[in-house]
């Protein structure tokens, strides 16, 4: 599991991070044992399938496959065995979607982690940002999170660690339509 954000006190709660504060948010995922190593953090949890590593890149968003990448031939993990949590414009703010492939949306994360292993097909825990009505993508995905999406921020993490957890646990086309993909009300 991959989790994508940018480093620094500035970028903590923008929307590029939501990756992030939905890892800070994990209380299954222990704040002990963590490594530094692949140009990030990382650490090792069991599940009923067997050791998950948990991956925290530390480069910039843009730069997040140099981690990956070492990452995954380190500990020999296949592309099809990596989900990568972010943020996505392409969704309205409050949605989610669990994918595998396709198109990488102008991300640069996943564009860098597709260089970095080769290949699209990796899972995808996409979460819905939205897109700006007007002005610049980055300053919009580098900018924080309106007041009233902040008050939904709190179920939203809630939902993204029930997915989570439930992945860890059972194989992703298993897993129930509710939690491949939804839409909170906001």
Same mark, same amino acid.
Do not use: C
């Given at each position: 599991?991959?989790?994508?954000?940018?480093?620094?006190?500035?970028?903590?709660? #923008?929307?590029?991070?939501?990756?992030?504060?939905?890892?800070?948010?994990i209380d299954w995922i222990p704040d002990t044992g963590?490594?530094?190593?692949?140009?990030?953090?990382?650490?090792?949890?069991?599940?009923?399938?067997?050791?998950?590593?948990?991956?925290?890149?530390?480069?910039?968003?843009?730069?997040?496959?140099?981690?990956?990448?070492?990452?995954? /031939?380190?500990?020999?993990?296949?592309?099809?065995?990596?989900?990568?949590?972010?943020?996505?414009?392409?969704?309205? $703010?409050?949605?989610? /979607?669990?994918?595998?492939?396709?198109?990488?949306g102008g991300h640069n994360g996943l564009k860098s982690?597709?260089?970095?292993?080769?290949?699209?097909?990796?899972?995808?825990?996409?979460?819905?940002?939205?897109?700006?009505?007007?002005?610049?993508? /980055?300053? $919009?995905?580098?900018?924080?999170?309106?007041?009233?999406?902040?008050?939904?921020?709190?179920?939203?993490?809630?939902?993204?660690?029930?997915?989570?957890?439930?992945?860890?646990?059972?194989?992703?086309?298993?897993?129930?339509?509710?939690?491949?993909?939804?839409?909170?009300? #906001?």
């Amino acid at each position: 599991m991959v989790f994508l954000g940018n480093p620094g006190i500035k970028y903590k709660l #923008t929307r590029h991070n939501y990756g992030w504060r939905l890892l800070d948010a994990i209380d299954w995922i222990p704040d002990t044992g963590w490594q530094k190593k692949f140009k990030g953090q990382y650490t090792q949890i069991q599940s009923k399938g067997g050791k998950i590593v948990i991956l925290k890149p530390e480069t910039f968003m843009n730069k997040s496959g140099e981690s990956v990448g070492a990452a995954a /031939a380190f500990f020999k993990i296949k592309p099809e065995e990596v989900l990568v949590v972010h943020d996505d414009i392409e969704m309205p $703010f409050g949605g989610w /979607a669990l994918k595998k492939g396709g198109g990488l949306g102008g991300h640069n994360g996943l564009k860098s982690m597709s260089s970095a292993m080769g290949t699209k097909d990796y899972f995808r825990l996409r979460l819905g940002v939205g897109r700006p009505k007007r002005g610049d993508v /980055a300053s $919009f995905v580098l900018g924080r999170f309106s007041p009233h999406e902040e008050n939904w921020i709190k179920d939203l993490l809630q939902k993204g660690d029930s997915i989570l957890y439930s992945l860890i646990n059972n194989n992703p086309e298993n897993l129930s339509d509710d939690l491949k993909s939804g839409q909170f009300n #906001t």
